[in-house]
């Protein structure tokens, strides 16, 4: 175990932190799969039990490829812009039916099924060649709706939009787990955009916090209970055989928050609501430490004791969204307040995913990575406990 002791400068307290490997949420900003399978086993030495494709290519932008499967009604889509509010157009009860219908007869696909087999093609064959470790297993990463209906479509779309997206969505994530052997599977749920929503149940948040007012829910009604409903849904379409984990996020859009939290008491409240609900194990489960939260990060990272039960029913890796590029000081500061909260041990993960940043940072990320954490594979091949 990695233990940050006064010879790192970090061991205040007496307190010990124990860092178990390393998590990636999603994109890597290189050109293509085999050059993300072999940076990241190069750069993070026997750190992961997930290793991620990377997203490249048109997915590199989260879920900026999506908005192409709304194409066939061009009206429905949006004039998506980072970091803005989007502008909502009037439409007629029969503009939005007809758009519908014209989807319905035009069909949805994803692509995350396509891109996902033809990655794992490339995953086995390094495997094959030793490049990636046995027993890592092939991560891939999926939004939820909200991530794309919100940005892409118009609101006067969005309710009768959601089941169609949904409906082929699911046929994607099947077809996934009938293609890729389930001991090699990981899947991730990505959950973004569905924070801001539960940020601003909050009125004071929301007055105060203009960017969560650039997304709204679609649906009347608890804004908390439909998206663990929608959540433990999402759960109930991977089989229990497949390792499931969650990533939680305030967004990265031009590296910038739609709200910088002041806690993960959102986090923590959405997850205790989910993992009470759902049939599945939570395998991992990620959350983002920003930069902002350095003045109080004690108080941040409290509400994550309530979690711990939870955690240690279903046997969730916990990773802390804690490493920041060209801030290893920081990170390690990171790490023992966490170790405050978390003494048992945690895997390190950044914020978000890292396609859009430029390579040399995306690598001292994870230079940093591998300074603060141990192997969770030994050399010999057999998982560390």
Known sequence: MAQLTNGHGNGTNGITAHVRGCHLIGSVPLPDTESVFRSLTALLPNRLRRIT????????????????????YPPMLTEFTHNAPIQDKPFTPEQVEDGI??????????????????????????????????????????????NVISPFTQRAFQAQVEPVYEEAFFKALRRIQDSIPHEDLAIQVDVALDTAFWEATNPRTRRENSGLEWFQ????????????????????????????????????MEH??????????????RAQMFMKSTKHKINFFHCPVPKSAESFIDAYLAPLKELVPLFEQHGTEVYLGLVHEHQPELTRKYIQAAAKVL??????????????????DFEDMLKISKEVSEPVLAERGLWKL
């Not at 494709?53 to 066939?72: I, L, W």
């Not at 007869?105 to 995350?112: D, F, L, V």
């Not at 990636?132 to 999926?142: A, R």
């Not at 950044?350 to 430029?358: D, L």
């Open 101 to 146: 219908a014209i989807l319905k007869k035009a069909g949805i696909r994803t692509g995350y099924d396509d891109a996902a087999i033809e990655s794992y093609a490339t995953f086995r064959k390094l495997r094959d060649e030793g490049v990636i470790p046995k027993g890592v297993k092939f991560q891939v990463c999926m939004p939820t709706v909200a």
């Open 53 to 72: 494709d990377g997203e490249t290519g048109k997915r590199q932008g989260f879920t900026t490829f999506q908005a192409e499967v709304f194409a066939a």
């Open 217 to 252: 829910p679609w649906w009347k009604g608890d804004v908390k209970q439909y998206q663990t409903d929608y959540l433990v849904r999402w759960a109930a379409q991977i089989d229990a055989d497949v390792d499931f984990g969650m990533h939680n996020c305030y967004g990265d």
């Open 256 to 269: 910038k928050h739609w709200h910088e939290p002041t806690s993960l008491a959102v986090v923590v409240e």
């Open 343 to 360: 003494p048992d041990g945690f895997g390190i993960a950044a914020e978000c995913g890292g396609g859009r940043m430029k390579w040399e």
